[in-house]
């Protein structure tokens, strides 16, 4: 559900003065994808007068007809960039200060930025007094000046923005029908209608759907969400029977996002939900990386937290992160008596992670070896003794609030929310924002 239209968009992509041939327009959709904190540190470049134009690199991203231009740096310049100062393969990005200018002056401007054959470059101007709602867009290359359709910020409330599209004919909007609007009555009242769209039409890739999974992703569903991917290449064992949502006796042996799935499809059989039963490497999770803003991860294990965190880097999405722990308290050598008498150590935490900060750079995960594969490890690692359905409901509640607050736009960076369970205290928690760390080699731009 887009957060606002565009009324303001350039049609350069059409103009006369083009001097470029007129070939017959491709069919691909672009898309601008770039952290909101980087276009506003454009903006500030601009109004100081540091720097009249922004430039960096661009990393294309297909899935079918669609293709993200994905912007991880940016650098600022008063000189006009130019496609022959890099190599052919070489896509890039031209962000010039607001100018008000007419389409002649713009095209002029791309037709001296000298763009290569073989590279991309995509032109965009945003609107004056940091709107961005009122943006000029075109994408350049292949011998076509082609329409910029959409600009998706990342960063607090996804606000995303599209080309307005000309209008041919008043057209009726079909109202919600009574049933629908009091379905969802209570929760529109509390988030407001734009809110729950949001939450109801944000693209959701969910890995892990045991215990702790299967609770967030049917929870998330219930309450409204409509499009999903389940990700989760073990299957069910009679030990996860009590602690998973949706299983019945004689799906024991059988994938568990297929179980998950067939459940949430009797509950809300209008949701798109797509299930994939092969591990977080495959090529098919990674399609769905390319698709999703959003990727919510209930693992038990770091190195398959490392390899998210890599491809949440590489596609600008933001990473909803939740773990739970019930151990036992280790002793001087670390290990575990025989005799299991020392006390509990029930805790959760919660992260949300927004692009620029990552498990690995905000100090979760262990030092462990910089491999990817995502390998099970053992359940009873580091003196685990279990799981305990009350924590992950407080960790679910937990992290569901914090993705509303943040497509409301109220948590405006990474956040780190962590609970523990002290049997005489109760229940304690700590919660800030994190940053993340300039020198990760996971989020620096590669």
């Not at 540091?50 to 912007?71: E, F, N």
């Amino acid at each position: 559900m887009d957060s606002t239209d565009s009324s303001c968009f350039f049609s350069i992509y059409q103009g006369p003065q083009l001097a470029m041939s007129q070939k017959k327009q491709t069919t691909t959709t672009y898309r601008l994808k770039i952290r909101e904190d980087m276009l506003t540190a454009a903006f500030a470049a601009f109004s100081n007068r540091q720097a009249t134009m922004a430039w960096g690199k661009v990393y294309r991203s297909y899935c079918g007809s669609k293709c993200d231009l994905i912007v991880r740096e940016l650098r600022f310049t008063r000189s006009l960039p130019t496609g022959d100062q890099h190599s052919p393969l070489f896509d890039w990005i031209l962000i010039h200060a607001p100018t008000g200018q007419q389409q002649g002056e713009i095209l002029n401007r791309i037709s001296q930025s000298h763009v290569r054959m073989g590279q991309l470059m995509v032109y965009f101007e945003p609107g004056n007094g940091q709107q961005f709602d009122q943006w000029v867009g075109a994408v350049i290359g292949h011998d076509e000046l082609q329409p910029l359709h959409t600009l998706q910020l990342i960063g607090p409330g996804l606000p995303r923005y599209r080309r307005a599209k000309p209008r041919t004919k008043s057209r009726t909007h079909r109202q919600p029908s009574k049933t629908t609007s009091e379905e969802w009555s209570r929760q529109i009242d509390v988030l407001g209608e734009q809110v729950f769209q949001k939450f109801r039409y944000t693209e959701v890739l969910f890995i892990g759907c045991g215990g702790l999974g299967s609770l967030m992703i049917s929870s998330m569903v219930r309450k409204g969400l409509k499009r999903a991917t389940l990700v989760d290449h073990d299957d069910l064992e009679i030990h996860n029977r009590p602690r998973t949502v949706g299983n019945q006796p004689q799906d024991v042996g059988k994938a568990k996002a297929l179980v998950l799935g067939r459940y949430l499809h009797r509950i809300r059989p209008e949701s798109l939900l797509t299930l994939i039963t092969k591990p977080v490497e495959d090529a098919s999770v990674f399609d769905r990386f390319r698709r999703a803003n959003v990727v919510i991860s209930c693992v038990d294990n770091d190195d398959c937290r490392r390899y998210i965190a890599q491809r949440c880097a590489e596609f600008l999405c933001v990473n909803l992160d939740l773990g739970t722990m019930v151990a036992r308290a280790t002793g001087p050598t670390g290990n575990v008596p025989a005799v299991a008498d020392n006390p509990l150590i029930i805790s959760a935490d919660v992260r949300l992670l927004i692009p620029g900060a990552c498990s690995a750079c905000i100090g979760t995960l262990e030092n462990s070896s910089n491999t990817t594969s995502a390998v099970a490890q053992d359940w009873q690692a580091g003196g685990r003794v279990g799981s305990l359905p009350s924590i992950n409901l407080m960790a679910v509640g937990t992290a569901i609030q914090m993705y509303l607050s943040f497509l409301a736009g109220q948590i405006n960076g990474s956040f780190w929310q962590r609970m523990s369970w002290d049997d005489e205290r109760g229940l304690t928690t700590s919660a800030g924002r994190v940053t993340g760390d300039p020198r990760c080699p996971i989020c620096r731009p590669q």
